[in-house]
C-alpha cells in the first residue's frame, strides 16, 4: 500500500468571507469530526436560528472570536481522507493581522483564497494573494464562495475570474484553481453540487486530495543543519558503544551512502559512511526526511552547522538582505541588535539599513522608511555575527528562511525571508571550502 502524503493549507480571505465556516464544513460533510467535538458545539450554544450547527466555531475558539464573528487567532486543525492527510491554517483575515496570517501559511502547500460573491475582489483578497506569492506557496485556490445568495449566477462567476486574474500575472504563482461554493450549504466543497451544472472540475476536497505536490520538495542540493551530535554511549551493545552520528531534519536534496559532503562553515569535506532514520538504517535518504549520518571522518561539528552535497552549493556570508515582515508593536529601526534563528543556528545581529517598506497589495516597494511597524513588511539589510550557510527563499523555503529574536525578552519580533545569495560558497586553490 502506498504511503499517504500530507497536504498543509491555509485559509485567508477578507472578514466574514467564510473561512472558518469553510473549515467546520470540510471537517464535517467528510466525517472528520469526533462525537465529543459534536456534543461540545451543541452544549456552547452554537446552534444558530436556523437549527443550523455553527461550523466556525470549529475553528473560532477564543471568546472573543464567538462574540465579534471573526477569526483573530490561526486555528490548526487535522484531517484525513483514504487518499490524502491534511493539516489546515485557519488564518485571520483582518489586516491587523498579517503577522498571525504570515505565520499560520509560512508552511502551506496550497493556500485557499475566499472571494465574497457578493462583494467580488476587493483589496484584502489582493493582499492576501500577495502574501501567499512572497511566502512562495505553489498553489492557490480561488474559492468563491456564498453563490448562493447571488443565485448560482455563472455569469457572476466568470466576472470574479475575470478580475482576478488582472492580478495574477504581478505575482509568481503558477498553479490557480477557480471554485465556485457555499461553505454554509455545502456545495461543492466535499461533493460537487447539482446547482453549479455549468462548473466542470473538482470539488474544494476533491482538488485537496488529487493537486500534485511532490514535485513542490526541493530535492536539488543536499542541506542537512546539524540539531546535535547523537552519543548513546551503550557499553553494553558493540552497535552503538562507539557511534557518533549527526542528526538532523533534510531541509533539501537527497543523501546517499557513500556521498562525498562538505561541512560548513568549517569547510571539512568528508563521506557518508551510513544513514539512519527512524525505521532503520537506509541507502539514501530525502527531503523531509529526519535522519542520523554516520561520517567516515570523526570531525568536530556542531549544533548550527550544515552539511551539503558538493553539486549543488550554498551561498555563506554575514552582510545578509531579506524581505521581512515585522511582529512586533514597537517598531523596528535601523541599528537595533537582535537573535537571528536561521534552521538550528542561533547568532547575534544587527539591522544595517531598512531598504524599503513594500505595499503587500503590489508587492511593489516604497520609500525608505525610518522604521517598520507592527504587520509592516518591508526589505532590510543585516549583519550576522556567525556566517549563515543559505541559499534564497525562492530556491529553499528551509535555509532561506529566519525569525528575529528579542535577546531580553526571547519574544519572536519578525519573520524573514533571505534574497539570493550574491555568491555561492566555492574551494579555494587548495580544494578547502573554509568560510
Not at 491534511?86 to 483575515?93: H, K, S, V
Not at 460537487?192 to 476533491?206: A, H, R, V
Amino acid at each position: 500500500m502506498a504511503p499517504v502524503d500530507l497536504l498543509r493549507f491555509n485559509t485567508c480571505g477578507s472578514v466574514d468571507d467564510g473561512k472558518s465556516t469553510l473549515i467546520g464544513r470540510l471537517l464535517y460533510d467528510s466525517k472528520s469530526l469526533m462525537e465529543d467535538q459534536l456534543e461540545a458545539l451543541e452544549r456552547s450554544a452554537d446552534l444558530t436560528g436556523g437549527g443550523q450547527i455553527n461550523l466556525a466555531n470549529l475553528t473560532d475558539g477564543l471568546r472573543a472570536e464567538r462574540e465579534q464573528g471573526i477569526t483573530i487567532d490561526v486555528a490548526y486543525r487535522y484531517f484525513a481522507t483514504p487518499r490524502r492527510k491534511f493539516i489546515i491554517a485557519d488564518t485571520p483575515g483582518h489586516t491587523q493581522y498579517t503577522r498571525n496570517m504570515v505565520t499560520g501559511a509560512s508552511t502551506a502547500n496550497l493556500s485557499i483564497v475566499l472571494v465574497d460573491a457578493r462583494s467580488g475582489v476587493i483589496e484584502q483578497s489582493r493582499r492576501h494573494t500577495a502574501i501567499a506569492s512572497l511566502l512562495r506557496i505553489p498553489h492557490l485556490v480561488v474559492a468563491v464562495n456564498k453563490m448562493d445568495l447571488v443565485d448560482w449566477s455563472q455569469e457572476r462567476f466568470e466576472e470574479i475570474r475575470a478580475d482576478f486574474e488582472k492580478f495574477l500575472p504581478r505575482l509568481d504563482i503558477q498553479d490557480v484553481k477557480f471554485i465556485p461554493i457555499s461553505a454554509l450549504g455545502g456545495d461543492n466543497v466535499v461533493s460537487l453540487s447539482d446547482k453549479t451544472p455549468w462548473y466542470t472540475g473538482p470539488s474544494l476536497l476533491g482538488h485537496l486530495e488529487t493537486v500534485h505536490i511532490a514535485s513542490d520538495r526541493n530535492l536539488q542540493g543536499l542541506r542537512l543543519p546539524v540539531q546535535w551530535v547523537n552519543r548513546p554511549n551503550r557499553p553494553d551493545d558493540p552497535a552503538l558503544h562507539d557511534f557518533r552520528g549527526v542528526s538532523g531534519q533534510l531541509a533539501g536534496g537527497v543523501v546517499q551512502r557513500g556521498q562525498q559532503v562538505v561541512v560548513l562553515p568549517s569547510g571539512i569535506t568528508t563521506r557518508v559512511k551510513a544513514i539512519h532514520t527512524y525505521d532503520g538504517e537506509v541507502e539514501e535518504a530525502f527531503c523531509p526526511q529526519s535522519v542520523t549520518l554516520l561520517l567516515e571522518h570523526d570531525i568536530d561539528i556542531s549544533r548550527g552547522q550544515m552539511i551539503v552535497g558538493l553539486d549543488d552549493l550554498p551561498g555563506a556570508g554575514t552582510e545578509l538582505s531579506a524581505k521581512l515582515c515585522w511582529m512586533h508593536p514597537r517598531a523596528l529601526t535601523a541599528g537595533r541588535k537582535l537573535l537571528l534563528k536561521h534552521t538550528s543556528l542561533t547568532t547575534q545581529a544587527i539591522v544595517s539599513a531598512i531598504t524599503h517598506r513594500i505595499d503587500v497589495t503590489s508587492l511593489e516597494p516604497g520609500d525608505a522608511p525610518d522604521g517598520l511597524a507592527l504587520n509592516d513588511l518591508g526589505e532590510i539589510r543585516l549583519r550576522t555575527a556567525t556566517p549563515l550557510i543559505y541559499d534564497g527563499y525562492k530556491t529553499n523555503r528551509q535555509t532561506g528562511a529566519f525569525i528575529l529574536i528579542d535577546p531580553a525578552s526571547h519574544a519572536t519580533l519578525a519573520a524573514g525571508m533571505l534574497l539570493p545569495p550574491k555568491a555561492l560558497v566555492r574551494p579555494d586553490e587548495d580544494g578547502d571550502f573554509v568560510i
